[in-house]
């Protein structure tokens, strides 16, 4: 059997070789190691051309590789009217070119309540989200726009936002990024099993049973404080208790994609890939077991 989720890296793996380079090299170098999938990090701005864009899709072609993209984090669909095209621009470069490199998802940072009321917040970030799909699909463009779940209690980006901006505009779906769940409350809980079945459960029910089955999942360790978010680690050196959530994941019958941004990033999805496979009891096709 293949295995239920393709695993991989934002960004390009830290033993990329110099030459080739780039994402064509970090496809190469991924597939090398076992992974299956990559995000590409244009997280400071998009600068890429065409002929780029097709290189890095012919070599995803050949590999069998699933791509995202992680767009500029200088995004917020809460910014005032004047700053929004300059976002709005962002996110629409991220989609433009990624579906050219051969994306299928183009994941985003939503922005910033700025104090105001999350409901308020949402009532400007859905239709101006809208927008960018609607244009998108005219342009015949199918990518997915996956706003992040964020980590910080400022933000917007709880998994309650996400889900409401999936379930209001068909062509959006949550990244869940679940070290950013356990962050966010600031206090240690989204760590259990029965958490995790319950956030699993409501996505569900929002979005549909066929929805967990296109999970596309931003994995590390975590640092946090009463407020949230301070810095991803190694699974190893964070309290995220990696088989609970897997158990979760494997007994709701998700599928997807799992993206790691632990600072050491290939190493740690690697030992992401193998805990699922120990938890799921899932074997990749053409590998043999060990004795």
Known sequence: MTISFQFGT????????????????????SK?????????????????????????????EEHGFSLS???PYFINLNALAEEWPKSRKRLMDAAHYGNLAGATDIIFHPGSYFTNDPADV??????????????????????T?????????AMLGSFADTLAM??????????????????????????????WCVLLKTYQKVLGQKALKRLHIHLSGIEYG??????HL????????????????????????????SPIMEEDALNMKKAWMKVSGEKEQGVRSEK
């Open 145 to 153: 726009l996956r706003p992040e779940t964020m980590g910080k209690s």
């Open 10 to 29: 934002v960004g390009s793996p830290l033993g990329t070789p110099k030459n080739p380079g780039g994402s064509v090299g970090a496809i190469a170098f």
């Open 226 to 231: 009463p407020k949230g978010e301070k810095n």
């Open 234 to 261: 190694p699974v190893a050196e964070s309290d995220l208790k990696l088989k609970f959530l897997f158990k979760a994941l494997k007994d709701f019958g998700c599928a997807g994609r799992i993206l790691c941004e």
């Open 122 to 143: 949402l009532k400007i970030a859905i239709p101006r989200l809208q927008g960018c799909v609607d244009e998108l699909r005219k342009a015949a463009n199918l990518v």
């Open 166 to 195: 999936s379930k209001a505009i068909a062509g959006v779906e949550p990244c869940l990024d679940f070290a950013h769940l356990h962050a966010r409350p600031g206090d240690g809980t989204m760590n259990t099993y029965d958490e």
């Open 69 to 71: 993209v992680h767009a």
């Open 32 to 60: 090398s190691l076992g992974l299956n999938t990559l995000e590409l990090g244009w997280v400071q701005s998009v600068r890429v051309t065409e002929v780029t864009c097709a290189a890095i899709k012919a070599k995803a």
